[in-house]
């Protein structure tokens, strides 16, 4: 186990194993010296721990903790990729999708979970770009999905 997976339990969250694709695609794919992970439900042991919109459904604060969890899962999916999470260099782009009822404008605050946590992680090395978008419905009924854009060497 490297640096980056013992502060991933020093803070708690030690790298659960790549959550299976749910249809036609693999975890991440390698491009040069970047991956791009399929965008990451928050599974934990096989299944979603909420399910449905935010904020009728799903708190906000739930929903950051989701969102936290669905950055965990991609980071799972870039060891798949590349072997060694000590071989991130930066984390270039998170993208955010929050399913949310139609007047919920808070999808930023949402997202924080995903890019905090990065952050608390990799330090300067986990500072990025960022998109997020609210949406009408994700896979499962999820209320959030994660995906990243990670440089390595």
Known sequence: MGRIEDR?????HPLPPVVPPVAAYVPAVVSGNLVFTAGQLPMVDGKLP???????????EQAKELAQISALNAL????????????????VKVTGFIASDADFSGHPAIN???????????????????????????????PVEVELLVEFN
Do not use: C, M, W
């Not at 991933?8 to 708690?12: D, K, M, N, V, W």
């Not at 909420?50 to 906000?60: D, L, R, W």
């Not at 799972?76 to 984390?91: E, F, N, P, Q, S």
């Not at 609210?134 to 009924?141: A, E, H, I, N, R």
């Open 8 to 12: 991933l339990i020093e803070l708690g």
């Open 76 to 91: 799972a999916a870039v060891k798949y990729a590349i072997g060694d999470l000590d071989r991130i260099t930066r984390i």
């Open 112 to 142: 924080n979970g995903a890019s905090e946590f990065l952050g608390q992680v990799f330090g300067d090395a986990g500072i990025h770009s960022r998109t997020t978008v609210g949406v009408s419905s994700l896979p499962l009924d999820a």
């Open 50 to 60: 909420a399910t449905g919109k935010v904020p009728s459904q799903v708190s906000p």
